[in-house]
C-alpha cells in the first residue's frame, strides 16, 4: 500500500487549506483512512478518520474546523481545513488500517502546514 500526500503549504491564520491523499488499491476495500499530524516536539496525533462505513472521528482541537472524506471512486482521502491558526502548523500525515481486525497501518510521507499569524 502507498500513500501520496499532497496539498501543504503555507498560509495565514484564519485560511484555508485541502490536502489531498492517492492511495494506491481499491480503496473501498480500507477500513480505515484518515490523517494525522506531528509538530516539532511533540507526539504526532490524529486529526481526523473515517470508516469504510463512513463514521468520522476527529482530534479534540478540530473544534469544527475540518472535514474529512473519502472518494472510493478516486482512491483518494482529502482534508478540508478551515480557520487555521499557528497552532495547526504541523507535518500531516495521511494513514490507512486496511482491515479492521489487524493493526497493520500504512503511512504517506507527510506534508508540511504552516500558519502564520
Known amino acids: 500500500v502507498q500513500l501520496q500526500a499532497s496539498g501543504g503549504g503555507l498560509v495565514q491564520a484564519g485560511g484555508s487549506l485541502s490536502l489531498s491523499c492517492a492511495v494506491s488499491g481499491n480503496t473501498f476495500q480500507y477500513y480505515l483512512m484518515g490523517w494525522y499530524r506531528q509538530a516539532p516536539g511533540k507526539q504526532r496525533e490524529l486529526v481526523a478518520s473515517?470508516?469504510?462505513?463512513?463514521?468520522?472521528d476527529y482530534g479534540d482541537f478540530v473544534e469544527g474546523r475540518f472535514t474529512i472524506s473519502r472518494d472510493n471512486a478516486k482512491s483518494t482521502v482529502v482534508l478540508q481545513m478551515n480557520s487555521l491558526n499557528p497552532e495547526d502548523t504541523a507535518v500531516y500525515y495521511c494513514?490507512?488500517?486496511?482491515?479492521?481486525?489487524?493493526?497493520?497501518?500504512?503511512w504517506g510521507q507527510g506534508t508540511q502546514v504552516t500558519v502564520s499569524s
Open positions: 473515517v470508516t469504510s462505513g463512513g463514521t468520522t
Open positions: 494513514s490507512t488500517r486496511p482491515r479492521w481486525n489487524s493493526p497493520v497501518r500504512y
